[in-house]
């Protein structure tokens, strides 16, 4: 049953003076909050259900997305885009089953990217960045690259299908990946040095519901699975997932 906490009641007092100020100013796109089932760290040792802000808003050349943070499109020119990235990387509290590993703190990233879109409903990116703000020896270089297509499926329902390739240099893969001696004697875990190159590819599923002038649901499903290193770890072997899923729902609103 959904829960109002404090942290969702701020957040819909947010997207509250959200709406209002992007009506003001011009922003187009879509914005709400839903819920998400996921894995509750990326090696998959257990699933949580957690309330979550949609955003897939535009503002001139500066957007605002769930998936990919703050992005703003310096380049533009024939369907080619590019420019700086800021995103969000969830850290993770070591209990339960995690028990004596190390914690990992949140942190951003920071990056730069390029996309190819001629037309609305298809588009292919690259994404590199550097995370900042961890704990010492936690930061480290993500790269992303993939394609989206979209699709009219009648009675004004929209689906789209994406595929994404992540990768992870060694530092960042050891993050989370990886199991230090210390921690091994804490946990129970094997030590493992994990190394960097391909850490998962996703394939994701959305469909948008109309209901009413501006308002929809939007519903997505990924598959997640994880590759090479990171499918290794012990951490995953012992207490995790190579194949993860997640699954999301939200209410949204449409600005003009």
Known sequence: MFR??????????????FCATAQAT???GEAGLGMSYQPYEPTGSRYEAVPVPYFDLDWGDVSLSTDEGLTWSALKTNGFSAGPFFNYIPGRNSNGTLR????VSDMGE???????????F????AFVGQTVGGNRRQDGVLGRVGGEVGYPLGLGIIGSSELTANFAND????TFFGVSEKDSRASGFRPYNASGGLQNVALTQSFEFPLAAQWS????ASWIHLT???ADSSIVKQEGRVNQGQVQAAISYKFD
Do not use: E, H
Request: with cysteine.
């Open 171 to 174: 530092r960042q893969t050891q």
């Open 4 to 17: 109002i906490t404090s942290a969702v009641f701020a957040a819909l007092l947010c997207l509250g003076g």
């Open 110 to 120: 920071v990056g730069g990217f390029v996309q190819y879109s001629p037309a609305d």
């Open 26 to 28: 011009g922003i187009t």
């Open 100 to 103: 004596g590993l190390r914690n």
């Open 122 to 125: 298809w588009r292919i990116f």
């Open 228 to 230: 090479n290193s990171a």
């Open 217 to 220: 649901v939007v519903t997505s």
